[in-house]
């Protein structure tokens, strides 16, 4: 009998515990795995960068570089490139914008700014996936250096625009910049500031977005 | 049979009675829509049923609350509860509808787009019932936690591959009582699917300009404290943002896949003249990584799982001992619907809509006692 009360029990047990691991897997029950993933990874590789970026020194831009014709183009698909180019308004310049923007793009352009921010909605969107992106922005880039273009790298999305996917494309736009310009909120492990630092380029951070525009004007000719 | 099997037959049968009758009464309870109070300045209340015939009588029909503003001017609807275990969404609705004076143009509220979804509960997920406020006046007011899709009791049974009618795409079955699959919807369709028609013809008909889609999402998903914004939407999007950013919020700004079918933000866009924006909101009662899930939980956003989550770096918004309370992500979405309206106006001067009264971001949250938050403070808006 006292057997019989302990199987009953073991297996009510058991019923309990495995309805309660029944959660509903529906809607976005994938994302929070592939979510954990990609954070744990992101912040594995900003710790590695952090310590040298503490020590890196760099200086924001002492005299204007860039001159118009713009063009403006996205590095991750991110709307980003959308709110830079209504920080372009605020100062009444008028960039041109594609957001899959090739070497063909160029045109007359003389100088070209990259929005950096990476997007999963944005690459749908766009029918892209990351690597393509990364394929395309290096073949843009390396094209803008050959034709002497300025390039200024900007990440005004600050933190939101961190983690695995953004930070792929922040390294590749750093890499060929001559000035960059960030969100100080993105920049919290001293990553760009260690990329700007290793590149020595002159880098500006801000507080607010809402602060770029006097910045980008004064980068401007 | 024995005296003693028929008492405990009978003890039994009283039992099982007495839990059938008490849970009964609660699942028809649950049916009966909550009590709102529009503010005096409401023109006109219409039912969804008024654009599509076939909802009369249904779960999904619901009211459509009509303010109309002295000067003409553009028009825009505010659609709440598309999600009815995203609490904010709705609430914000409620508190626009319950303030708000439109002084241009006109704006439909439907606080409740989904309603056959606040009749139910998701199964297993231990959400609260209700959520209670205490109003401006002293007196009780109660709003449903439903489920993220419709009553499987007004739209059964699901099918294994839902595939959206205009597209093709394929979802999970359950995915066909999401209502934000099923736009633009079809009028021979499911009842998710006529509901989604039903909201397209008021646009249509109404010739709304600007739509907005309130949600909340678990802090572990990658969209949230997030606008998603068809493409046309844009330049007046990234306006608006600048405005929030100004405003101490932080938001990002994403742009609608265009291979995503069946939600607001795409097909909106695509079908009808409207300009259609989303919000998210963070909400732990709805994630994964949750503890208790209660009413506390649901109004203060505080969760001792997400903290430690987000120590590890597991979440995609700051989490805190604070958590997000029901002001500050309503707040939100308020602020976003003044900020965006403002923008949309600014840039199509042609269909203006401005109005006042409506609680921002500041009035909601940052300037309150935080020992307000988590409903309090909230209450003091409702009529």
Known sequence: MKLKKGLAFAAALMMVVSMAACGETGG????????????????????????????????????????????????????DVEMVKTLFKKINIDPTTDHLATADSIGNAKTLVLAIGGSSKGLGAAGIDADQELARVAKLVDAAKDKGLTIIAMHTGGQTRRGELSDKFIKPAFEKADYAIVVADGDKDGLMKGLAASESIPMNTVDKITDVPDILKAAFK | MGKKNVISATICLVAALTIATVTGKNFMDVKAPDTLHPSANVTETKMLSDYFGDLKG??????????????????????????????????????????????????????????????????????????????????????????????????????????????????????????????PGRPDGNLMEKTAYAIVQLIKNEGVDLTFDLHESSPEYPVNDA????????????????????????MSLEPSPTNLHGLTHRE????????????????????????????????????????????????????????????????????????????????????????????????????????????????????
């Open chain 2, 227 to 250: 606008t998603v914004a068809h493409e046309k939407c844009m330049d007046f999007a990234a306006e608006g943002m600048l405005e929030l950013q100004m405003e101490g919020i932080n």
């Open chain 2, 268 to 383: 909106l866009g695509d079908y009808t003249n409207t300009y259609p924006i989303l919000m998210e909101a963070p909400n732990a009662s709805q994630g994964r990584l949750r503890g208790a899930t209660n009413e506390e939980m649901a109004l203060t956003g505080k969760d001792k799982f997400y903290v430690s989550a987000a120590k590890l770096g597991f979440v995609y918004v700051p989490y805190d001992e604070n958590g997000h309370p029901i002001e500050e992500r309503v707040g939100r979405h308020l602020q976003g619907i003044i900020e965006y309206t403002k923008a949309f106006s600014s840039i199509h001067s042609d269909k203006p809509v401005s109005f006042e009264n409506v609680p921002g971001y500041e009035e909601m949250f940052t300037d309150t006692d935080p020992s307000q938050l988590g409903g309090p403070h909230f209450g003091s808006f409702l009529n």
């Open chain 2, 58 to 183: 249904t779960n999904s029909d619901t009211p459509i609350y009509v303010f109309k503003g002295s000067k003409p001017g553009g028009s825009m609807l505010i659609l709440g509860g598309t999600h009815p275990n995203e609490p904010a969404g709705y609430l914000a609705a409620v508190a626009f509808l319950e303030n708000v004076k439109v002084d241009q143009g006109t704006v439909y509220v439907i606080p409740r787009a989904c309603n056959s979804g606040f009749t139910n509960n998701d199964a297993q997920e231990a959400s609260p019932q209700y959520l209670h406020f205490t109003n401006k006046n002293g007196q009780e007011r109660q709003f449903r936690y439903g489920s993220r899709a419709a009553n499987p009791v007004d739209q059964w049974p699901d099918p294994d591959v839902y595939i959206h009618a205009g597209s093709g795409q394929q979802l999970s079955g359950s995915e066909t009582r999401n209502l934000n699959r099923c736009y």
């Open chain 1, 28 to 79: 976005t029950s994938s994302a929070p795995q592939s979510a954990a993933k990609s954070t744990a990874s992101s912040a594995a590789t900003s710790g590695a960068t952090s310590s040298s970026a503490a020590s890196a020194s760099v200086q924001g831009l002492k005299q204007p570089i860039a001159e118009q014709p713009i063009l403006l183009t996205s590095v991750g698909q991110s709307a």
